[in-house]
């Protein structure tokens, strides 16, 4: 379970004079996120390129720290407790970041050992999730020619290695055809299920309505509306998320001008 | 333990790397040995003359002069009548001196006037200048004899013309020439250090920010600080594996050329290179320490090749100091990594005897830049800015 609570990081912008005052200086990736991702949940992050998923989700993953607000996962602070935070926690960057000289088996079982599982754990984990994802025909192959839909594959498994209770992906569907899409989908289906809570980032509307139990929709460095479909349909007054999404976005920026 | 993963993984990771094998088992160990190593030893033989060997001179004339030619003859030099053409000979270097016997040489001799003789060089030829050094060496032994032959028909003693009798006393342990060899060495060794652990490094490090595969890396519950120590030793491994088979090479390419060729007492023997390799160890751990904490600092590869490539300059810059500046070993440049080690090693092949202080603050003073770079190294993975 994800518990974000008003977020905010700024970073400095490059290019300005030290002199400037500090509102110059220094620019906002995120303002103020905050928002819930439930166990057994899909939960969508939807926003538009340059809106702060990606920093919030490097929030969440430990990797910067806020500046201020909380966020908690499955109960541990991302701020204080980060080991126990990354131990619950598997985390997809947008980009698969996987070794190309490794074959898919051995990028996997380096993030097992990594994780403190023995070499006879790793082995029977990594061979777990090769058969669970599919990857069996290039398990053995060198990462080096990989098509985007291995590489996502490849990546998911060493985020699962460790069996997390939380999953973050990051934008896990770029690049990848309509199939390696479908079963992607699959997959987060059957995690969420199993009970993970899993919170999938994506500037992508008809996804994340096809496939999130609950949606954050973030703009701007701000969760301007966090519920499900319907709701958000309703509150906004329109059909369809791309609408809602745009109404939500627009009285966000009103509320600023105000 | 962590730290032994990530050790091991970029290893194995790296061996798969052409490039990054190439330069840490080849260039450093095997090319720049023989480049260097091999050019040297050429250009000494070029210098050293053997008088035992026996060689052909062509000689035109040499009925005219045959104590001289006898006296060629017991001077391990042949002689042989020249070709009809002789300067069109010695340009094209089919000969490479001849020695012209002209008309009047008996008669000037005879006289007890200075006998003209004409040597037929081609000084922009190297073999052919090395050649006259050795026939003007035996014709100038020839002279004084017969300067003296003259003075002693007169009634003078030759010896009232040798108004100094000079004697050099060399004291130190080899010339200049051995000097220039014994710091070749450090320069070799430091040489296949940077670029045994060059590419590993910067794969391991800039690579891996630039593939993307830092972000996913760090979100693994182990601390920042074991990645970092595991790419260091990864780098200690390579630039270890690099030295000590440039040490090996080393051995087997001065056992193959004889060193007496360089005049003296240079020791490239088992012991000598064994000890030269111990002195020079702790910059295996220097070096990987300034290669990791460098491209720790880079976002990408070629940024890291270029910081390094300037970085370079550090370990050669001793190697032309002591070739501009005389440094005399002190406890002050003994306690400087890099120029310590390049005047242990000048020591060591010279066969001096080296102060065990000198080599304990060599150490220390190498281990403590180490620390201190590795410190920085660890700093520099701890900072946000590293996953932009």
New interface residues.
Partial sequence: MIVANQLHKSFKRLGVSRRAPKSEQYIAAVKSVSFTALDGCITGLLGPNGAGKSTTLRMLATLIKPESGNAMIDGHDVATQVLQVRKHLGFMPHNAGIYPRLTARENVHYYARLCGLTRKQSQQRTGELIEQLTMLKFADRRATGFSQGQKTKVALARALVHRPQTLMLDEPTNGLDVMATRGLREIIRQLAAEGHCILFSSHIMQEVAALCDHIAIISDGTVVMEDNLNEILKRTGQNDLEDAFVQAAQSLSHGVDE | M?LF??MF?EI???L??RQTVFYALLFGPVLLPLLIGGSLVASFKQMTIDFDAVTTLRVVNADKAPTLMEFLYSNNIDTKAAPDDVEKSVRSGESLVVLEITDDYGEALRNGSPAPLTLHVNNADKDSAKATRRINAVLNVYEQTLGSLRLQHRGIDPTTFDSLNIIENDVSNEGANGQLLASILPFLFIMSMVMGGFYLAIDTTAGERE????????????SRTSVVMGKYLATVCFVLLSSTLTALSIYILFKLFPLEIMGGQVRFDGPSVARAFFLVSPLILLISAMLISVSAITRSTKQAQTYLGVLMVIPMAPFFLLQYLNIRASLGSMSLPMLSQYQLLESAVLGDTIPWLHIALSVAGTLAATAILLILAARLYQR?KL?D
Avoid at chain 2, 211 to 222: A, M
Wanted: charged share 30%; no cysteine.
């Fill in positions: 962590n993963i990530v993984k194995v990771d790296n798969r790397d593939r993307q595969s830092l972000e996913p890396l760090l979100s693994l519950p182990l946000e996953l």
